[in-house]
Nanobody, 126 residues
Framework: QVQLVESGGGLVQAGGSLRLSCAAS????????MAWFRQAPGKERDFVAA????????SYADSVKDRFTISIDNAKKTLYLQMNSLDPEDTAVYYC???????????????????WGKGTLVTVSS
């Protein structure tokens, strides 16, 4: 009932910045939190950041803390991820996710994720 479409991925040099967007549509009224995950080739899909639907709180993986900023425009039903100081280790497909749960622990472990986007590729060159 919820569709998520990511955009903004691309190629960037190390140290550069990108801003990802995720447009949500459909029945979003049950969504309490949204999040970003990423998956590098041959690796697991890892939690990046999460935010309450009302934008009141955020959570970040240690690997991106102080470099990435998650935000949400509730009126536009759009999630954002501002990525600064990018490193080749950040290269991955980034996925947008929506959750009916406001428990970040459940969200980070993916057990609370109800909908996934199809992903957008971010490539950071050295």
């Amino acid at each position: 009932q919820v569709q998520l479409v990511e955009s903004g991925g691309g190629l960037v040099q190390a140290g550069g910045s990108l801003r990802l967007s995720c447009a949500a549509s459909g029945r979003t009224f049950s969504t309490k939190a949204m999040a970003w995950f990423r998956q590098a080739p041959g690796k697991e899909r890892d939690f990046v950041a999460a935010i309450n639907w009302n934008g009141g709180s955020t959570s970040y993986a240690d690997s991106v803390k102080d470099r990435f900023t998650i935000s949400i425009d509730n009126a536009k039903k759009t999630l954002y991820l501002q990525m600064n100081s990018l490193d080749p280790e950040d290269t991955a497909v980034y996925y947008c996710a929506a959750s009916y749960s406001s428990d970040y622990s459940s969200v980070a472990k993916r057990r609370g994720i109800n909908y996934w986007g199809k992903g957008t590729l971010v490539t950071v060159s050295s």
